[in-house]
């Protein structure tokens, strides 16, 4: 039990709550058939993070938050102007926008010195969510006992007050979001500011994003924000509904996955645990390919 | 005559290239008007610019004497089908609920006279068997009599349809005919882009008659003359004769 709540519990939680927040973004972003703007955000804030960390020389949620949805937005702007002043097609837009900053953030990586600090590309890529342990756990009642939760890993209130802001304003904004994603020329007719909406949308998606991205890896991300909102669009035909099944599908994904990358290698007579972030991932997948072959609404409808 | 939609030196453009050039136009109240004109003559561009969605270059927009911002709700806008996202998770009736948004707002909660109204708009369109079907199952026809019951939903003094006849059966033409008409008598206004220059005398009042400007407006009896049709489509005209019959 102890074992359980030194090494497992805080994992878990956090990657339940990132896979579900990014699983609920990612329902409007996939509808908006901009799924690739998971991806897409979750390497442009790489140059966002370590211009953060170049200006304030720590490692502190705040200035990264503040530089990765900044560096997301003008990259969304970006996206836009390639779009508009290019002539060309926004999956082209978008690809050629997001590897440009990538590829900026990764030599801006290089030229800073962050030997003192765990911020370099492997790191990005699958996260430490093993690592966010809670050493200062004894048994069940510290679960209750302010100074042990004190010394939670500060990913998990991070994570958590980011799945809160992300929640509070989908529900807010739920009908207005529903109503632009789903016929753009209605919403605009009636004043809904559709354009400020698909900003707000993108903003949010970053924040998210670079939460999760801090706490486990990019690849998390990229996957959560597709698959499970993908899966629970085979279940059912209504947006509640399709979102609550993506939460479910985000969860069982991170719970899975983390039990699966520790404890089936050993099943197979393996030594060593493989990495939780990629068999998260790989979960979701699977789910995806379960929804392809089994889900109800999987007959795409066609228009008559 | 009333005039529910003025436009006056209404300009637009996309790029470099002027979509309606100086457009002036009178929308009567209580009156149902067909804008005509050939392909790529600025009518679906037109409603676009009066309803915001489409910058304007120049000119002059009012709509019951008012400017756009504050006579929103008085406006319902039926877009072409295209526009939409067939595959979106929703059902028929949540469509028709789009049309209370303004009512409802944010948070504002769905109550049984909600959906009654819901329900009686699709009887109105005579798809109350189809609620709870997802929208993208349905025939042409049939989306686009959601569409029109929506745009009833809003309960709306000024009716902007963008091609509600285009690729759609027989029955809803008659249908969706039907109720613009009801519209019409319960004293709304409807403005329609109109492609079938041979059922323009029998369904609508006035006409406007344009290619990228204002060629000719008025009563069909008087605007809807084979040279007035001459004028808009220029050589490209082979319904002119056919056109001409439905001249009153």
């Given at each position: 039990m102890t074992a359980f709540l030194q090494l497992s519990l805080t994992p878990l939680l956090i990657g339940a709550l990132v896979a579900a927040t990014c699983a609920l973004v990612g329902n409007f972003l996939l509808l908006r058939r901009q799924a690739l703007l998971g991806d897409a955000i979750s390497h442009v804030v790489l140059p966002g993070i370590v211009l953060a960390f170049v200006i304030t020389g720590a490692v502190a949620a705040a200035p990264m938050l503040l530089g990765a949805a900044a560096v997301a937005v003008a990259a969304v702007v970006a996206i836009e102007a390639v779009k508009r002043l290019g002539r060309v097609e926004p999956g082209a837009a978008m690809g050629v926008v997001f590897t440009t900053f990538f590829a900026a953030g990764v030599l801006l990586l290089e030229q800073t010195d962050t030997s003192a600090v765990h911020l370099d590309v492997e790191h990005a890529l699958m996260g430490n969510l093993e690592s966010l342990?809670?050493?200062?756990?004894?048994?069940?009642?510290s679960l209750i006992d302010p100074a042990a939760l004190a010394r939670l890993p500060s990913e998990l209130p991070r994570v958590a007050a980011v799945a809160v802001v992300v929640v509070a304003l989908c529900w807010l904004f739920w009908r207005p979001l529903a109503l632009a994603t789903f016929d753009e020329g209605f919403a605009r007719s009636i004043g809904i500011p559709v354009t400020a909406l698909g900003f707000g949308l993108v903003t949010v998606a970053a924040i998210a994003a670079v939460a999760a991205f801090d706490a486990v890896g990019s690849i998390i991300v990229i996957a959560m924000f597709i698959c499970p909102p993908a899966a629970a669009r085979l279940m059912t035909d209504r947006l509640g509904r399709q979102v609550a099944w993506s939460v479910v599908f985000a969860v069982v994904s991170a719970v899975l996955g983390y039990m699966l990358a520790g404890y089936g290698p050993l099943w197979l007579g393996a030594q060593d645990a493989v990495s939780a972030a990629g068999m998260i991932a790989v979960v979701s997948g699977v789910i995806l390919a379960l929804a392809v072959r089994f889900g109800p609404c999987r007959g795409a409808p066609r228009r008559g | 005559m009333t005039v529910a939609l003025s436009v006056r030196g209404l300009t637009v453009a996309y790029a470099q290239n002027p979509a309606i050039t100086a457009v002036d136009a009178d929308f009567a109240a209580g009156a149902m008007t067909a804008i005509i004109g050939p392909n790529g003559a600025g009518k679906s561009t037109l409603l676009r610019a009066v309803l915001g969605l489409v910058p304007r270059r120049a000119g002059e927009v009012a709509i019951f004497g008012a400017p756009l911002a504050r006579v929103r709700g008085r406006i319902a806008y039926v877009p072409q089908r295209a526009s939409v996202d067939w595959d979106f998770p929703t059902r028929v009736t949540d469509v028709v609920q789009m049309g209370l948004y303004r009512q409802l707002g944010l948070l504002g909660r769905v109550h049984r006279r909600h959906r009654a109204l819901a329900e009686d708009c699709l009887a109105r369109v005579g798809m109350a068997d189809y609620a709870t079907r997802q929208i993208g199952q349905l025939s042409g026809g049939q989306q686009q009599r959601v569409f029109l019951a929506r745009a009833l939903a809003q309960e709306a003094d000024l009716y902007l349809l963008d091609?509600?006849?285009?690729?759609?059966d027989a029955a809803t033409e008659t249908a969706i005919i039907g109720v613009l008409k009801g519209l019409r008598d319960a004293g709304r206004t409807v403005v329609a882009v109109h492609h079938d220059l041979a059922t323009v005398a029998g369904y609508f009042d006035r006409v406007l008659l344009m290619n990228g400007r204002a060629i000719a407006q008025g009563p069909v009896a008087t605007a809807f003359t084979p040279d007035a049709l001459q004028a808009t489509y220029g050589g490209r005209l082979a319904l002119a004769p056919t056109a001409g019959q439905g001249v009153a």
């Amino acid at each position: 039990m102890t074992a359980f709540l030194q090494l497992s519990l805080t994992p878990l939680l956090i990657g339940a709550l990132v896979a579900a927040t990014c699983a609920l973004v990612g329902n409007f972003l996939l509808l908006r058939r901009q799924a690739l703007l998971g991806d897409a955000i979750s390497h442009v804030v790489l140059p966002g993070i370590v211009l953060a960390f170049v200006i304030t020389g720590a490692v502190a949620a705040a200035p990264m938050l503040l530089g990765a949805a900044a560096v997301a937005v003008a990259a969304v702007v970006a996206i836009e102007a390639v779009k508009r002043l290019g002539r060309v097609e926004p999956g082209a837009a978008m690809g050629v926008v997001f590897t440009t900053f990538f590829a900026a953030g990764v030599l801006l990586l290089e030229q800073t010195d962050t030997s003192a600090v765990h911020l370099d590309v492997e790191h990005a890529l699958m996260g430490n969510l093993e690592s966010l342990v809670w050493f200062a756990a004894t048994g069940p009642g510290s679960l209750i006992d302010p100074a042990a939760l004190a010394r939670l890993p500060s990913e998990l209130p991070r994570v958590a007050a980011v799945a809160v802001v992300v929640v509070a304003l989908c529900w807010l904004f739920w009908r207005p979001l529903a109503l632009a994603t789903f016929d753009e020329g209605f919403a605009r007719s009636i004043g809904i500011p559709v354009t400020a909406l698909g900003f707000g949308l993108v903003t949010v998606a970053a924040i998210a994003a670079v939460a999760a991205f801090d706490a486990v890896g990019s690849i998390i991300v990229i996957a959560m924000f597709i698959c499970p909102p993908a899966a629970a669009r085979l279940m059912t035909d209504r947006l509640g509904r399709q979102v609550a099944w993506s939460v479910v599908f985000a969860v069982v994904s991170a719970v899975l996955g983390y039990m699966l990358a520790g404890y089936g290698p050993l099943w197979l007579g393996a030594q060593d645990a493989v990495s939780a972030a990629g068999m998260i991932a790989v979960v979701s997948g699977v789910i995806l390919a379960l929804a392809v072959r089994f889900g109800p609404c999987r007959g795409a409808p066609r228009r008559g | 005559m009333t005039v529910a939609l003025s436009v006056r030196g209404l300009t637009v453009a996309y790029a470099q290239n002027p979509a309606i050039t100086a457009v002036d136009a009178d929308f009567a109240a209580g009156a149902m008007t067909a804008i005509i004109g050939p392909n790529g003559a600025g009518k679906s561009t037109l409603l676009r610019a009066v309803l915001g969605l489409v910058p304007r270059r120049a000119g002059e927009v009012a709509i019951f004497g008012a400017p756009l911002a504050r006579v929103r709700g008085r406006i319902a806008y039926v877009p072409q089908r295209a526009s939409v996202d067939w595959d979106f998770p929703t059902r028929v009736t949540d469509v028709v609920q789009m049309g209370l948004y303004r009512q409802l707002g944010l948070l504002g909660r769905v109550h049984r006279r909600h959906r009654a109204l819901a329900e009686d708009c699709l009887a109105r369109v005579g798809m109350a068997d189809y609620a709870t079907r997802q929208i993208g199952q349905l025939s042409g026809g049939q989306q686009q009599r959601v569409f029109l019951a929506r745009a009833l939903a809003q309960e709306a003094d000024l009716y902007l349809l963008d091609e509600p006849f285009a690729g759609v059966d027989a029955a809803t033409e008659t249908a969706i005919i039907g109720v613009l008409k009801g519209l019409r008598d319960a004293g709304r206004t409807v403005v329609a882009v109109h492609h079938d220059l041979a059922t323009v005398a029998g369904y609508f009042d006035r006409v406007l008659l344009m290619n990228g400007r204002a060629i000719a407006q008025g009563p069909v009896a008087t605007a809807f003359t084979p040279d007035a049709l001459q004028a808009t489509y220029g050589g490209r005209l082979a319904l002119a004769p056919t056109a001409g019959q439905g001249v009153a």
